[in-house]
């Protein structure tokens, strides 16, 4: 391990991993970003972004995600495509990474690592992933094998009505399974999904089972008041019931809370000085594009700041 470290490492290229190699490119720290198997994060699964600021005709979530890349290494940011952080070792700085195999050592770590699409954990959903169980409508939709069929989505929140006023452009009728009789999602999305006549809501029912063989061919839905069974014919099950934060390699070595996003001390300090974060991997209160920018821009100032502090 005779390279010298890292000023500032950046786990995760989604808009708080941009943001955070923007402002410390911008510091002259020369930041390298591990951009991890999905470069851009979950917004490359979006479509358009409409309350990202700036856009007042919305943008396409892969193209915003570029220009934040573009704009990050028009300052000197170094994006490392692909790159996957297997271990860390936070004990002692310089912090020691495990990158693809090789060894990395940095004096500044910034995560944000994001978050991925939580599971309903049936059986069934694992053996038919891919086969018609989707995590993704903008990415898998438009497949031939979804178009004029009737389609299920599974949630009661923005990212499920999102999905299903979608999906109405491709299947043949769009069922939203939810699990209460209220959705969750804001009132905006809401009131489109439930005056948009493709799609038919189905409340307080959750899922029991996905059907088919070597493909989906319906769900098994259970009524959770009335205590009823019904199957719905679909070829295709898209599952929006929110995520989980990415943060499994940090367990034990930095503060988090039950469900695993990491704690913030102070600002985007964790519990390990010179360790920072921002993002999803922190946030399950606001979870937008604006605010994980918003907090990529306070770890990079922070890291920024450390540093500066301790070459006087
Ligand atoms: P979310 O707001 O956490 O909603 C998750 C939904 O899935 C809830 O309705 C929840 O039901 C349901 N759910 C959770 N676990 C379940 C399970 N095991 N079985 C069945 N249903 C389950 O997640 P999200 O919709 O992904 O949104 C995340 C954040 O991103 C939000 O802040 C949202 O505003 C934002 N977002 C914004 C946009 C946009 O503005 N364009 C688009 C997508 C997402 P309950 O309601 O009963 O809890």
Redesign the pocket.
């Given at each position: 391990m005779s390279q010298e470290p890292e000023q500032i490492v950046i786990i995760g290229s989604g808009c708080a991993g941009l943001t955070a190699a923007l402002y410390s490119a911008r510091a002259q720290l020369a930041p390298t970003v591990l951009t991890g198997a999905m470069p851009g994060g979950l917004l490359t699964t979006?479509s358009i972004?409409?309350?990202y600021p700036g856009f007042p005709e919305g943008i396409d979530g892969t193209e915003l995600m570029i220009n934040m890349q573009q704009q990050a290494e028009r300052f000197g940011a170094n994006v490392k495509f692909g790159s996957t952080v297997e271990a860390v070792d936070l004990s002692e700085r310089p912090f020691k990474l495990t990158v693809d195999g090789e060894p990395m050592q940095t004096q500044t770590l910034i995560i944000a690592s994001g978050a991925g699409h939580?599971h309903?954990?049936l059986d069934s959903e694992a053996r038919l992933d891919k086969k018609g169980v989707t995590y993704c409508a903008t990415c898998d939709g438009a497949l031939p094998m979804f178009r004029d069929q009737p389609l299920v989505v599974?949630?009661?929140?923005?990212?499920?009505c999102?999905e299903a006023t979608f999906l109405t452009r491709f299947g043949s009728k769009v069922y939203l399974v939810?699990?209460?009789d209220e959705?969750?999602?804001?009132k905006i999305?809401a009131e489109r999904t439930l005056e948009n006549d493709k799609i038919e809501m189905v409340w307080d029912s959750?899922?029991e089972e996905i059907l088919g063989d070597d493909k989906v061919s319906g769900v098994r839905l259970r009524n959770n008041k009335t205590e009823t069974e019904q199957t719905v014919e679909c070829a295709g099950v898209f599952v929006?019931?929110?995520?989980v934060p990415n943060t499994q390699i940090f367990k034990e070595q930095l503060e988090m809370d039950d469900a695993g996003y990491i704690t913030r001390i102070e600002g985007a300090q964790t519990s390990v000085p010179g360790v920072f974060v921002a993002g999803d991997c922190s946030d399950k209160v606001?979870?937008?594009a604006v605010t994980a920018a918003g907090m990529g821009c306070a770890a990079a100032i922070e890291a920024e700041r450390l540093l500066a502090s301790e070459s006087q």
């Open positions: 979006t972004v409409e309350n939580r309903l954990g599974v949630g009661g929140g923005d990212s499920a999102e939810h699990r209460r959705l969750r999602a804001s999305m959750e899922v929006a019931i929110g995520h606001y979870r937008q």
